[in-house]
């Protein structure tokens, strides 16, 4: 048996409506791609879906039409993929790595409070793995301190808060489509916003700053999403709600089969929230028979694909550590480090295959 950690749902209706568009030969920014912004916006209820390249450049786009650059300080959380601190850097500005909350491996209030100085410009709260970050309190900071908050929903696609969307709470929102997505466009990413004059900058920045054909006013570049994308893009979110459902349903059927296992903790959600289990993560305790990495080649050696998301905080990478950040900040982040373990959850798992991973897992703890 071989279970991958994470395969993408491709079915004949994606397939199809991407052939119609090369049929059509409008392959570029058009119709297509607006029909998927529209779509999108109504489906996360915001006024604004801006289609772009991936979401790198959706988060790099969002600073930039907030204007933050030299001087500037993004506050970010220090247990997250690279990107998101990395489009701070690509603008200028520094980012400033806050710690987690262990519960939900999300940006800690918290420590965002202890970061802040007058040269804070904005917070970047990242969904991680699916999970909402504490928008409530991150937003009431913001208020406080006159910031933005930025929400990175990257890997939460349809997760809520008391029944509102991600991606509806904040200033604006960035969403990657990459192929590892709860849903995909192969690459892609989307903005968005209800705020005018932040969806009028990102228009013209994503498109060479032309406010009309060949009358450039502002200095952008050619970040826009392709038709092929858009069509994909479309016909996976019809089906978004059903594949996260099923992620809930094998998550859940993962933690009722799992909680007995005393050597692991099982991930955890918190009241009013809706978990799209991007990944399902577990923590492998120190006194685990096998430890964290041993349990990992275990499960390979079985057919079970794992991955660790992620095994080094952003602050001790050696970009970041070339720069000058110490190795010592953000210890809740440097533990869960050596401890998490992301276990497949996806769609397209089968109850062969999802008992066969708890049956492993119980046999190797």
Request: proline share 4%; net charge neutral; charged share 25%.
């Amino acid at each position: 048996m071989k279970i991958r950690i994470v395969e993408p749902v491709i079915e004949d209706d994606d397939i199809n409506n991407v052939v119609e568009v090369l049929k059509s030969k409008w392959l570029v920014h058009g119709p297509v791609v607006e029909e998927f912004e529209r779509k999108f916006a109504d489906y996360i209820g915001v006024k604004h879906a801006l289609a772009v390249m991936n979401g790198t450049v959706a988060l790099y786009l969002i600073l930039s039409a907030l204007d933050i650059g030299q001087g500037d300080e993004v506050i970010v959380p220090d247990f997250t993929f690279i990107a998101t601190a990395n489009t701070v850097l690509m603008r200028g500005a520094k980012p400033v790595f806050a710690d987690i909350e262990l519960e939900t491996y999300n940006i800690d209030p918290d420590d965002v409070l202890e970061k802040i100085t007058n040269k804070t410009k904005a917070i970047i709260a990242v969904h991680l793995y699916g999970h909402p970050a504490n928008m409530k309190d991150l937003l009431e900071i913001a208020e406080d301190y006159k910031l933005y908050v930025i929400e990175d929903a990257a890997q939460a696609h349809g997760a809520e808060i008391h029944g509102v969307k991600v991606g509806s709470i904040g200033h604006a929102a960035a969403f990657s489509f990459y192929a590892t997505k709860n849903m995909t466009t192969g690459e892609g990413g989307m903005i968005t916003t209800n705020t005018e004059w932040i969806a009028s900058k990102i228009k013209l920045l994503r498109d060479h700053g032309q406010e009309a054909k060949y009358y450039h006013v502002t200095l952008g570049g050619n970040y826009r999403m392709t038709a092929m994308q858009a069509a994909l893009g479309i016909s996976q979110l019809k089906k978004l709600d059903k594949l996260n459902n099923a992620r809930i349903r094998n998550a859940e059927y993962l933690i009722s089969n799992l909680r007995d296992v005393t050597s692991i903790k099982l991930p955890k959600v918190k009241p009013g929230y809706k978990h799209v289990w991007h990944q399902f993560v577990i923590w492998v305790k120190d006194e685990h028979p096998l430890g964290r990495d041993k349990l990992a080649e275990e499960l390979h050696r079985r057919g079970i694909q794992t991955a660790i998301h992620y095994p080094r905080p952003v602050h001790l990478q050696p970009l970041y550590r070339a720069l000058g950040y110490p190795s010592n900040i953000c210890p809740r982040s440097i533990e869960a480090s050596k401890h998490v373990l992301s276990i497949p959850v996806h769609p397209l798992l089968t109850q062969r295959e999802l008992d066969y991973i708890i049956e492993t897992i119980r046999e190797l703890s």
